[in-house]
C-alpha cells in the first residue's frame, strides 16, 4: 500500500476553507522515512486475530518515489515453512515495544507463527493535537485478506483502554477482489470510517458511528484517494475524495448519552468533561 499526507499544492481541492484551516502545523511527504516523525511497531501481537508479525524491514516499510510503501510479505520467504510449525522468534532481538499477548517472543506449537510479515507505524511518541482537520491520501494495496487501515488512537489512554479513551478510524478497506454482504460489495469497492466509544467492549457504540463510501468503478486499489475529517469541539465531519460521507454532533449529554448507557457518566467524572469526549 502507498501512504502520503497531501502536498500544499493540492490543497486548493479540498472542501475546507483556508479561513476553517487555520495553520498547517503537521505534513509528511515522505521524500523519506523520517523516524523522528514516525515510530514503527514491531511485534507479534494478534490483536484481531490477525495473521501478521509487524516488523522494522526494508522489505516491508520503505520509501519511494515520494510514497510511503507497506508491504506484507510471507514469513516462510524469511525463514522456511518448516519454520512456522517448530520455530521461534525473539523480537525483542529487532527491537520489541510491543509486548501484548506476549508479542516479543513468538513460539510455534498450539499455533503456528504468524504467516505473514508487515509494518505499523505512528507518531505518537512526535506528534499530537486536538481539534482541527486532517487529510491522508492513500492508495489501497490489491489482496485477498488484507486490511489496510488510517488510525487516530489516542497518546495517552486518559478514560481507560480502548473503546473507553476514544478511537477514529479514518478509513478501512478490505481489500479482497470478490467479497461480498448481503449482495452488496465488501471487498476494495468499500471505504469504512468508524469512531469508537463506551465504556468496554461489550458497549462499544461504534455502530451508531458508522459511516461508508462504496466505488463501483476505479475502487479503492485503482488509485489515490483522498481521506479527509474535520474534528471540531462539537463533532466530526468525513469526507472522501472532497466528498462528506457523514457527520455527527453528540447530544448535550455527550457520547454518554447518545449510547444510552447506565451509571455514571465515566467521561465527565470531575464535572470538566466535554461534550465531545472521549
Same mark, same amino acid.
Given at each position: 500500500?502507498?501512504?502520503?499526507? $497531501?502536498?500544499?499544492?493540492?490543497?486548493?481541492?479540498?472542501?475546507?476553507?483556508?479561513?476553517?484551516?487555520?495553520?498547517?502545523?503537521?505534513?509528511?511527504?515522505?521524500?523519506?522515512?523520517? +523516524?523522528?516523525?514516525?515510530?514503527?511497531?514491531?511485534?507479534?501481537?494478534?490483536?484481531?486475530?490477525?495473521?501478521?508479525?509487524?516488523?522494522?524491514?526494508?522489505?516491508?516499510?520503505?520509501?519511494?518515489?515520494?510514497? $510511503?510503501?507497506?508491504?506484507?510479505?510471507?514469513?516462510?520467504?524469511?525463514?522456511?515453512?518448516?519454520?512456522? +510449525?517448530?520455530?521461534?522468534?525473539?523480537?525483542?532481538?529487532?527491537?520489541?515495544?510491543?509486548?501484548?499477548?506476549?508479542?516479543?517472543?513468538?513460539?510455534?506449537?498450539?499455533?503456528?507463527?504468524?504467516?505473514?510479515?508487515?509494518?505499523?507505524?505512528?507518531?505518537?511518541?512526535?506528534?499530537?493535537?486536538?481539534?482541527?482537520?486532517?487529510?491522508?491520501?492513500?492508495?489501497?494495496?490489491?489482496?485477498?485478506?488484507?486490511?489496510?487501515?488510517?488510525?487516530?488512537?489516542?497518546?495517552?489512554?486518559?478514560?481507560?483502554?480502548?473503546? !473507553?479513551?476514544?478511537?477514529?478510524?479514518?478509513? =478501512?478497506?478490505?481489500?479482497?477482489?470478490?467479497?461480498?454482504?448481503?449482495?452488496?460489495? +465488501?471487498?476494495?469497492?468499500?471505504?469504512?470510517?468508524?469512531?469508537?466509544?463506551?465504556?468496554?467492549?461489550?458497549?462499544?457504540?461504534?455502530?451508531?458511528?458508522?459511516?461508508?463510501?462504496? $466505488?463501483?468503478?476505479?475502487?479503492?486499489?485503482?488509485?489515490?484517494? $483522498?481521506?479527509?475529517?474535520?474534528?471540531?469541539?462539537?463533532?466530526? =465531519?468525513?469526507?472522501?475524495?472532497?466528498?462528506?460521507?457523514?457527520?455527527?454532533?453528540?447530544?448535550?449529554?455527550?457520547?454518554?448519552?447518545?449510547?444510552?448507557?447506565?451509571? =455514571?457518566?465515566?467521561?465527565?467524572?470531575?464535572?470538566?468533561?466535554? !461534550?465531545?469526549?472521549?
Amino acid at each position: 500500500s502507498k501512504f502520503d499526507y $497531501l502536498p500544499r499544492r493540492s490543497l486548493k481541492r479540498s472542501p475546507f476553507s483556508q479561513a476553517r484551516r487555520g495553520p498547517l502545523i503537521w505534513q509528511d511527504e515522505f521524500d523519506h522515512l523520517d +523516524y523522528n516523525k514516525w515510530t514503527p511497531m514491531i511485534s507479534g501481537w494478534r490483536g484481531s486475530n490477525s495473521f501478521q508479525i509487524h516488523v522494522n524491514r526494508s522489505e516491508n516499510l520503505y520509501v519511494r518515489g515520494g510514497h $510511503l510503501f507497506i508491504k506484507p510479505t510471507l514469513t516462510a520467504d524469511r525463514f522456511s515453512p518448516e519454520f512456522l +510449525y517448530n520455530g521461534t522468534l525473539n523480537l525483542t532481538l529487532e527491537g520489541c515495544n510491543v509486548n501484548w499477548g506476549g508479542g516479543c517472543f513468538l513460539e510455534a506449537g498450539d499455533d503456528i507463527i504468524q504467516p505473514i510479515q508487515s509494518a505499523r507505524i505512528h507518531t505518537k511518541k512526535s506528534f499530537s493535537f486536538t481539534y482541527g482537520i486532517v487529510e491522508v491520501r492513500a492508495k489501497m494495496p490489491k489482496g485477498d485478506w488484507i486490511w489496510p487501515a488510517v488510525w487516530m488512537s489516542p497518546t495517552d489512554s486518559f478514560y481507560g483502554s480502548n473503546p !473507553r479513551s476514544g478511537e477514529i478510524d479514518l478509513t =478501512e478497506v478490505r481489500t479482497n477482489t470478490n467479497l461480498s454482504c448481503n449482495g452488496k460489495p +465488501y471487498g476494495r469497492q468499500l471505504s469504512g470510517t468508524t469512531l469508537h466509544w463506551g465504556p468496554d467492549a461489550q458497549h462499544n457504540g461504534h455502530r451508531m458511528t458508522y459511516w461508508q463510501k462504496v $466505488l463501483s468503478h476505479p475502487d479503492f486499489s485503482s488509485d489515490f484517494h $483522498l481521506f479527509g475529517l474535520e474534528w471540531s469541539p462539537t463533532g466530526f =465531519e468525513f469526507f472522501v475524495d472532497n466528498v462528506l460521507i457523514g457527520s455527527m454532533s453528540p447530544p448535550p449529554g455527550g457520547f454518554w448519552e447518545m449510547g444510552g448507557f447506565e451509571g =455514571e457518566n465515566i467521561w465527565n467524572l470531575t464535572g470538566n468533561g466535554t !461534550r465531545i469526549a472521549p
